[in-house]
């Protein structure tokens, strides 16, 4: 099946997976590239550190590093989402390059994403990883790491698991919608990136009927913001009390 120029297939997906592709954003916005690039102290001029701390008074979060990993984790999972529900709908992904992708700093979750040109790319695992691990994930990931401390595993850690939820909820449509053969092809993907050596010690996978269940071994710091607990997937079954460090994995 052939990349339409609208991703139209993504649409019934919901917002963590659809791309917008059609018309101009709104105003003048950086690209992805221009994001992991940037390197100023200037918050107006830089809009990974605007990002962050949007996320973290959103989160009315202790500490920066928090918001910082909120806010990866919610690219990344934009960015599994689309990619993979490409891969599974279509048998192929769009060409998703940095310079390609524009991204609104101030906009709301999830990730507001403005995909210039459709350009087709297999859709093996293979193509996924080096797609959105090395081209977004990673340079992400040091860009982040550039302005607050936060352990790369515990980025890591972030980007495993908005995989698994990214494939939990494909799963769970094919299923409704029943397509076997969609919800199959969702797993092994899944199964295969997380086999990646930049996430195989992130966490463990199990097959269950409900869609792939993950475990990772790092914690996102959601539990340090008031009310926030631990996610589902979270190393912990209750927020730590004596410390104010989590695992990095």
């Known amino acids: 099946m052939d990349l339409d120029p609208e991703l139209a297939a993504?649409?019934?997906?919901?917002?963590?997976?659809?791309?917008?592709?059609?018309?101009?954003?709104?105003?003048?916005?950086?690209?992805?590239?221009?994001?992991?690039?940037?390197?100023s102290s200037d918050v107006h001029g830089d809009p990974l550190t605007f990002r962050v701390r949007k996320v973290a008074r959103a989160l009315r979060a202790p500490e920066e590093r928090i918001g910082a990993s909120v806010a990866q984790q919610g690219l990344a999972a934009r960015l599994w989402s689309a990619a993979l529900g490409c891969a599974v709908l279509y048998g192929g992904l769009p060409d998703l390059d940095p310079r390609l992708l524009r991204w609104d700093p101030d906009g709301s979750a999830p990730d507001d994403l403005w995909l210039t040109e459709v350009r087709a790319l297999p859709g093996d695992a293979a193509t996924l990883a080096?797609?959105?691990?090395?081209?977004?994930?990673?340079?992400?990931?040091?860009?982040?790491?550039?302005?607050?401390?936060?352990?790369?595993?515990?980025?890591?850690?972030?980007?495993?698991?908005?995989?698994?939820?990214?494939?939990?909820?494909?799963?769970?449509?094919?299923?409704?919608?029943?397509r076997p053969e969609a919800a199959a092809r969702a797993r092994a993907l899944t199964a295969e990136l997380?086999?990646?050596?930049?996430?195989?010690?992130?966490?463990?996978?199990?097959?269950?009927?409900?869609?792939?269940?993950?475990?990772?071994?790092?914690?996102?710091?959601?539990?340090?913001?008031?009310?926030?607990?631990?996610?589902?997937?979270?190393?912990?079954?209750?927020?730590?009390?004596?410390?104010?460090?989590?695992?990095?994995?």
Do not use: K
């Open 194 to 249: 997380l086999a990646h050596p930049l996430l195989a010690d992130t966490g463990t996978r199990t097959d269950t009927p409900a869609g792939t269940a993950f475990r990772r071994r790092s914690c996102c710091l959601y539990y340090r913001v008031p009310g926030g607990g631990v996610c589902g997937d979270c190393c912990f079954t209750r927020p730590p009390r004596s410390s104010p460090h989590a695992p990095s994995g």
């Open 130 to 178: 080096a797609t959105v691990l090395d081209g977004h994930l990673e340079p992400l990931s040091a860009a982040l790491r550039a302005r607050h401390p936060v352990a790369p595993g515990l980025l890591r850690g972030n980007a495993a698991s908005a995989l698994a939820g990214a494939a939990r909820q494909l799963e769970r449509w094919a299923h409704a919608h029943r």
């Open 10 to 39: 993504l649409r019934p997906l919901g917002g963590f997976f659809l791309l917008r592709v059609a018309g101009e954003p709104p105003r003048p916005l950086p690209t992805l590239a221009q994001t992991y690039a940037h390197l």
